[in-house]
């Protein structure tokens, strides 16, 4: 990367812009995205280590589009462990379908039909499909009414071995938005919309050596690191992160100098840092990826309660350098909003773009759907350092140690991620941020993320630069 004009302050990603240079890409589906610091991902996305965010749907749904999850520290090993399972045991093509019997109630729907995007839930009997509820179904109907009196009978299935231009002809014809599969036999296997058979051929999942979904897990630097670590790997963790706050400190290097001592054959990242100096000094502990950024998050408070902090471009720039200069990466996390966004971190160097707050508001994140006075779709996010993650995350102490960590706390507890009516799911904001990359990647005539990271040239701009470039969605 290269700059029009020479900065003398940190920059943002609203401070830059990126301008076109010539290029003999002819479409923005000869651009490969897939990863080169050894987490196989076929995108550069990660969703952040959040509780309100990465929980295993949305591991089962990012890494079926080519990126990866990252589990958080504070949940128990034995859950972590059964949701490594589960997304290690799910289709790389079908969707995972939310079931129920012909004889659960209304209420029992309603409670559960938004925990996946597609909005239906396939009625089995004896693990196999005999209806389809919608949210259309229950609509006006007593909340105690039994499935099997609203349910739409007239089904029809796809069998399991059909390719996505099949299962694409074959719901169109039918003018169908979905429809359960079904193996040989008979049993459900998954289920499928027509969106999704048309993504399954624009992205590639990513999968391990036994063609399984990736994840990764995330651990902190205090107890017993070594041990835990030897149990997330044990579990099938295809990447490890070592995640604080404030990751330039001895007892992160210490913590990544544990975790090397078990030899683990997979990638592992450590963060979070802002400088060439704290990349240096974790690399030379052991890390394979830096995670940097202090303080962009949307439920970060940091800089305003600390001052302590760095633009996020400027960082990932700095990084990124140093990383290279040691054969190592980074990953740039945090101040994410738009997709331009991604494409800047991936400008600047980073080898993939961590996202949190934005994919909270979708229906594939772990907390519950609520509805504003106004009719609103939202889900509550928090910080990972906010009060409310304290106070999970000392759960086991006594009251007294929990009093005390309460009072110190950097974070939003609560917000309200609303979600997007044109895009209320992961994948439908996955499209515009890889449909946006895409497009970058050709403008700056690169047909790869390292080759983008080379030949992007970038500006400076100011405010009103900024504002120029937004859309209008009604006249001025």
């Known amino acids: 990367m290269r700059f029009l004009n ?5 920059l943002t990603y609203d401070d830059v812009f990126m301008v076109p240079s010539r290029s003999t890409i002819s479409s923005r589906m000869e651009v490969d995205l897939r990863s080169t610091d050894n987490t196989g991902t076929t995108i550069p996305i990660v969703v952040a280590n959040m509780t309100a965010i990465s929980g295993r749907r949305m591991a089962e749904t ?3 589009r080519g990126g990866i999850a990252v ?6 090993l034995s859950i972590v462990r059964d949701v490594i399972s589960w997304v290690k045991s799910r289709h790389t093509f079908f969707d995972t379908p939310i079931t129920l019997s012909p004889t659960s109630t209304v209420a029992d729907a309603v409670s559960l039909i938004h925990k996946r995007a597609h909005g239906a839930i396939v009625v089995v009997e004896n693990d196999k499909p005999v209806g389809i509820i919608t949210e259309e179904d229950c609509e006006g109907v007593d909340r105690f009414t039994q499935l099997q009196q609203i349910m739409s009978k007239d089904l029809m299935t796809l069998p399991d071995t059909c390719n996505p231009r099949e299962a694409f002809d074959f719901l169109h014809n039918n003018r169908r938005k979905l429809a359960p599969v079904v193996a040989k036999n008979g049993l459900l296997v998954g289920i499928l919309t027509r969106v999704g058979a048309l993504r399954a051929t624009l992205y590639s999942p990513a999968v391990d050596k036994n063609g399984s979904l990736r994840i990764a897990a995330a651990i902190g630097i205090n107890g017993d690191v070594a041990a835990k670590a030897k149990q997330l790997v044990e579990f099938g963790a295809d990447v490890l992160v070592v995640d604080t706050a404030h990751g330039h400190q001895a007892k992160m290097v210490e913590a990544i100098k544990a975790i090397r001592s078990i030899s683990p054959k997979i990638p592992v990242v450590a963060g979070n840092v802002v400088t060439a100096e704290g990349v240096r000094e974790l690399i030379e502990a052991g890390a394979d990826i830096i995670k940097v950024g202090v303080g962009p998050g949307a439920m970060c408070t940091t800089r305003m309660q600390t001052g302590v902090g760095r633009p996020q471009f400027s960082a990932v720039l700095e990084c990124s350098a140093e990383a290279k200069k040691h054969g190592k990466h980074v990953w740039a996390d945090g101040g994410v909003r738009h997709p331009r966004d991604v494409a800047l971190a991936l400008a600047a160097g980073a080898s993939q773009v961590m996202i949190g707050s934005w994919f909270a508001g979708t229906f594939e994140s772990p907390s519950d759907l609520r509805t504003d006075s106004h009719g609103k779709l939202y889900k509550e996010s928090f910080g990972m350092a906010s009060a409310r ?3 999970a995350r000392t759960a086991g102490e006594d009251a007294f140690e929990r009093a005390r960590k309460s009072i110190f706390e950097e974070g939003i507890s609560t917000s309200r991620m609303y979600l997007d009516p044109q895009r209320p799911g992961v994948e439908d904001l996955l499209d515009g941020i890889i449909s946006g ?6 403008y700056a005539g690169a047909a790869s993320i390292a080759e983008f990271a080379e030949k992007a040239v970038v500006g400076i701009q100011s405010a009103a630069g900024y504002a120029e470039g937004r859309p209008l969605h009604s006249s001025w």
């Open 437 to 442: 990359l895409r497009s970058s990647c050709t």
């Open 389 to 391: 993650a304290v106070a």
């Open 71 to 76: 589990i958080p520290q504070d949940i128990p």
């Open 62 to 64: 990012i890494a079926r």
């Open 6 to 10: 020479s900065p003398t302050y940190d």
